[in-house]
């Protein structure tokens, strides 16, 4: 169910009568509506964030509904925008994908179209917002484990990208890609669970001490689970990062194809990281020993074609040649 008091639509028409009552027609379906009857004050109603959707006549005298798009979204990717107008044409596909509009209502079509395409805007609207919230507190939880864990300042971030790079590589989908940023931002969440003088040991970890350390990815896994909007994909990087291509690994002792494939890509871009930045416990690998190691891996820690793709990322190559 659309709640839409908590909106505001910005209506954008040169047309006096057709500003009137489609601001009329938003207005008794519970919209809070403003109006524009020009492209520079819609441009300034959205600099100051004062609307979540805009209902935009595309073909105005002056600045035209294009170059209002083109402005507005140099400041605010986030705002859902309709456009409008009373030819029967639509503008080229490629040009509404450019300008990034969520709708195009012909006014031929009547007022039950765009209320339709009004209520759909802010769902977008709203599922925006969420991500970008989730992947606000993401990033917070990263660094702050980051931190914690007296790990090298920017791993976390590191990881997301290198892992994306190397998922794009591999030809994951839009919500592969997404589940995997997202587990790479808390593959390490449960070490919050991990005592200090265990997690921040700097020599050998005893049999109990290893073990409890292993504990890591349960608590994570469940710790993420109770996150809205968390992927299960995502849930899948934080628990069996530390499986091995041969089985040996933990928390399942999973092998080969058993093991997820987000956490197979991730597991390849967290040892990387880990082997080219100094520890309490070492001092940092060069890349090229580190790529050497990886390349060792193949068939025990890694999957070989995941290894393979992630030796041939051109970050990793000028990392090499440097």
């Known amino acids: ?8 639509v910005l209506v954008v028409d040169d047309d006096p009568a057709i500003l009137e009552s489609t601001a009329e027609l938003l207005e008794l379906e519970g919209h809070t509506v ?5 492209g520079v004050t819609a441009i300034a109603f959205c600099r100051q964030q004062m609307a979540q959707v805009m209902v935009l006549d595309y073909a105005m005298p ?3 509904g294009e170059a209002v798009v083109r402005e507005v979204r140099r400041f605010d990717p986030d705002l859902q925008i309709i456009l409008q107008t009373g030819n029967t044409t639509l503008p080229p596909r490629k040009l509404l994908q450019e300008l990034d509009i969520q709708g195009y209502h012909s006014k031929m079509e009547g007022p039950e179209k765009l209320l339709w395409w009004v209520d759909l805007a802010i769902k977008g609207y709203e599922h925006l917002r969420t991500y970008r919230t989730l992947e606000h507190s993401l990033l917070v939880l990263g660094v702050a484990l980051e931190a914690r864990n007296l790990e090298t300042a920017g791993h976390t971030q590191r990881v997301v990208r290198q892992a994306g790079d190397l998922g794009r590589r591999l030809g994951l989908s839009k919500n ?3 589940a995997l940023r997202q587990g790479a931002y808390l593959h390490d969440l449960g070490k919050l669970c991990i005592p200090d003088n265990i997690l921040l040991k700097t020599g050998r970890f005893h049999c109990k001490e290893r073990t409890l350390m292993e504990t890591h990815v349960e608590h994570g896994f469940e710790m ?3 996150i809205p909007g968390i992927a299960l994909g995502a849930l899948d990087v934080i628990r069996h990062h530390h499986e091995r291509w041969d089985g040996t690994g933990y928390p399942q002792q999973l092998a080969g194809d058993e093991i997820p494939i987000l956490a197979r890509i991730f597991s390849i871009c967290d040892v990387y990281d880990a082997l080219i930045s100094p520890r309490p416990y070492k001092a940092a690998w060069s890349p090229t020993e580190a790529v050497r190691e990886l390349w060792c891996q193949r068939g025990a820690q890694f999957d070989p074609i995941v290894v393979e793709a992630f030796l041939s990322l051109e970050e990793i190559l000028e990392e090499i040649q440097a």
């Open 34 to 38: 403003l109006t524009a009857d020009q």
């Open 62 to 64: 002056g600045l035209s």
């Open 224 to 226: 993420a689970s109770f």
């Open 1 to 8: 169910m659309v709640d839409r008091t908590r909106y505001t």
């Open 176 to 178: 592969q890609l997404e």
